[in-house]
């Protein structure tokens, strides 16, 4: 819920190293350590994050995390109190290296009245829990759309597409956490930090269901709500990672908790969720909704091996899900984002437009285009703007 990663059309996604947040920089010789007002903190958020290395990449396509900015803002108007623990590009105080391994982000925030900002579809990069304490929220995941209310928990699979707000965040106490299990494709396996202790039954049981589950929204219950209230106080107390061991304690009840839940619910799994058809699905859809992403000249081999997979999977998976060979495929995306362009963006020229869907020759461009549409660029322009 807290924004992660940006899915904007024309953005990627940058990883941020967990050893920096700007809320507590490191002294140069001779200054004395400092805490950041929220007016610097936007100062020197901007500044570092220039400066961090790409982890998710597809290609030479780089996802740019999302900055949490409307958070910032919100709270320097303001209209939003925050209280976190955090690594990387998240808002809030500094998690020590040494605490609470894969914690992202753990925190609430609390809206006394409607806001003018909502967080647009975005992914994490790790499991994500929330509850809505008080209030109600409009939630989305991947299309579905929800109505929270008091007492609804959300669970989102690592790097999920979500969205809070619509268009805008309601008054509400919303509590979080966002926990890394070191998932870059949907096909790995889960790697729980070494202080999640639940037993190696319930870890697997519990993982089983977080990785194939497309329920995102539940009745959290009284206990749940009950062990995010403690979760809340102890970061709220936390400096300098003294509450650790009890938000670690806090935690792994927090993952009991809702383990027990659903096996009271009977949860429906979906194994396909996992598997190596998801990754290529996944890979396919970031092509068509990333026009930065046409303009690659991709081999079938550079495609499969972006998915972790062999040639001939990948092209078993590429057929079954769009009954088109992997560059039939792409050449398909990339008439359509043309023919879009072309209406869109009359300023460009069909030469323009030609390279920046992918297409190396505008002669081949105009016969391709042609096949297609049945009318030429020029023609297809002119009759589609009258």
């Not at 940006?6 to 996604?13: A, C, G, M, V, Y």
């Not at 206990?223 to 979760?231: G, L």
């Not at 560059?327 to 323009?352: C, D, F, K, M, W």
């Not at 660029?377 to 589609?384: E, L, N």
């Amino acid at each position: 819920m807290v924004a992660g990663w940006s899915t904007n059309k024309f953005e990627r996604l940058l990883y941020l190293p967990h050893t920096l947040n700007p809320r507590m920089l490191l002294p140069e010789a001779g200054e004395e350590r400092r805490s950041l007002s929220f007016s610097e903190e936007i100062s020197t958020f901007d500044s570092v994050m220039a400066k961090l290395l790409p982890i998710y990449r597809d290609h030479d396509a780089v996802y740019e995390a999302d900055t949490c900015r409307p958070i910032v803002q919100a709270v320097e108007a303001g209209q939003l109190q925050v209280e976190s623990l955090a690594r990387g590009h998240y808002p809030g105080r500094k998690l020590p290296s040494w605490a609470l391994a894969g914690v992202r982000t753990v925190g609430f925030w609390d809206a006394r009245r409607d806001a003018d900002w909502g967080l647009d579809f975005h992914r994490n990069e790790g499991i994500e829990f929330t509850l809505l304490e008080s209030g109600h929220l409009e939630f989305a995941v991947e299309g579905q759309e929800h109505q929270l209310g008091p007492g609804d928990l959300t669970v989102t699979r690592p790097w999920q597409l979500h969205r809070a707000g619509y268009p805008q965040i309601a008054a509400g106490r919303l509590h979080w956490l966002i926990l890394d299990v070191g998932i870059r494709r949907p096909d790995q396996p889960w790697k729980w930090p070494s202080w999640i202790v639940l037993a190696k039954p319930d870890r697997d049981e519990l993982t089983d269901i977080l990785r194939h589950n497309e329920h995102p929204v539940w009745t959290g219950g009284t206990e749940i709500a009950r062990c995010f209230r403690q979760i809340a106080a102890a970061v709220e107390a936390d400096r300098d990672g003294c509450c650790a061991s009890r938000l670690a304690v806090l935690i792994n009840e927090l993952l009991l908790l809702t383990l027990e839940m659903f096996r009271r619910e009977d949860v429906t799994l979906d194994k396909a969720l996992s598997g190596t058809r998801r990754t290529v699905e996944l890979f396919l859809a970031d092509l068509q909704d990333n026009l930065d992403q046409l303009e690659e000249e991709w081999t079938v081999r550079e495609m499969a091996q972006r998915c972790g997979l062999g040639v001939t999977q990948f092209n078993a998976h590429c057929k079954r899900l769009t009954n088109m060979a992997p560059l039939q495929y792409i050449n398909h995306l990339r008439l359509e984002s043309a023919a879009i362009l072309l209406v869109e963006q009359p300023g460009l020229t069909v030469t323009e437009v030609a390279v920046r869907c992918g297409f190396t020759s505008s002669q081949y461009f105009a016969t391709v285009f042609r096949r297609r549409f049945g009318r030429s660029p020029r023609a297809y322009r002119a009759d589609s703007t009258q």
